[in-house]
């Protein structure tokens, strides 16, 4: 039987891509925060470490989201960025309660701009496997 709405929904396509992005950033934020417990990391290098490793994260996700994407891939790219971006910013804003520094908060976007960029660009030019391809016709 045949289905008539084909290719994955959008659900299915965001949300494993925000949880490989969220996991790949807290992991590397994890990795970080040892580093500066065991004073492998100067105080200094906090900040542009925590974006980096955002960075990377939307950039992970971005790729999910574009591989699995049935087109649009780079709408889709960086629709997974901005969720990413979105979930910390908000996971980060409650719990807290502090007042928000813009600029830090613009310069964390436009890098989470850039990096689902780079990662939707990677995604959507990588070539899928063939699933038979071991079989010959």
Known sequence: ??????????VGVLLPAAVAGLLTTLLLM??????????ILAEPAITPCALIFLA?????????????APGGKFLWAMGAGILVFLVLLLVSMIPLAQPVNVV???????????????GGF???????????????K
Do not use: D, Q, W
Not at 30 to 39: D, E, K, S, W, Y
Not at 122 to 136: C, F, I, Q
């Open 56 to 68: 990377v994260g939307c950039a992970v996700a971005a790729l999910v989201s574009a591989k699995r």
């Open 122 to 136: 990677a995604g959507a030019n990588m070539r899928k496997r063939k699933k038979y391809r071991h079989l010959k």
């Open 30 to 39: 994890l990795v970080g925060a040892i580093f500066v417990h065991r004073r």
């Open 104 to 118: 830090r908060v613009a310069v964390s976007l436009l890098c989470t701009l850039a990096a689902s960029a780079l």
């Open 1 to 10: 039987m045949r289905k008539t709405n084909e290719g994955p929904s959008p």
